[in-house]
Nanobody, 121 residues
Framework: VQLQASGGGLVQAGGSLRLSCASS????????MGWFRQAPGKERSLVAA????????YYSDSVKGRFTISRDNAKNTGYLQMHNLQPEDAAVYYC???????????????WGQGTLVTVSS
């Protein structure tokens, strides 16, 4: 599964962005998908994850209520809609996929390149 993340950019605090994760593989719909982020000097952490069916989702406490993860298996694409962005959300965002059942502990086997989100205060 090859993944390509896009949609990052510069936004003012309180603004919104939508990230996309496009897959070139036909098996994308068979994998759970997640979004991770890594800020300078910090470890990469899971932000949100969605099951392969789209029926189940997971959000970290820091983004719950502001971010929404979704997917369109017909388009082999996943999304992360981000609202009310804050400076602490600034990071490189990565999409990932894996077949393991737990969304909350998703590790990712397949990774896309990162897309940079910058939030100005």
């Amino acid at each position: 599964v090859q993944l390509q993340a896009s949609g990052g950019g510069l936004v003012q605090a309180g603004g919104s962005l939508r990230l996309s994760c496009a897959s070139s593989g036909r098996t994308f719909s068979s994998y759970n998908m997640g979004w991770f982020r890594q800020a300078p000097g910090k470890e990469r952490s899971l932000v949100a994850a969605i099951s392969w069916t789209g029926d189940n989702t997971y959000y970290s406490d820091s983004v719950k209520g502001r971010f929404t993860i979704s997917r369109d298996n017909a388009k082999n694409t996943g999304y992360l809609q981000m609202h009310n962005l804050q400076p602490e959300d600034a990071a490189v965002y990565y999409c990932a996929a894996d077949p393991f059942p737990s969304l909350a502990t998703m590790r990712g086997i397949y990774w896309g390149q990162g897309t940079l989100v910058t939030v100005s205060s």
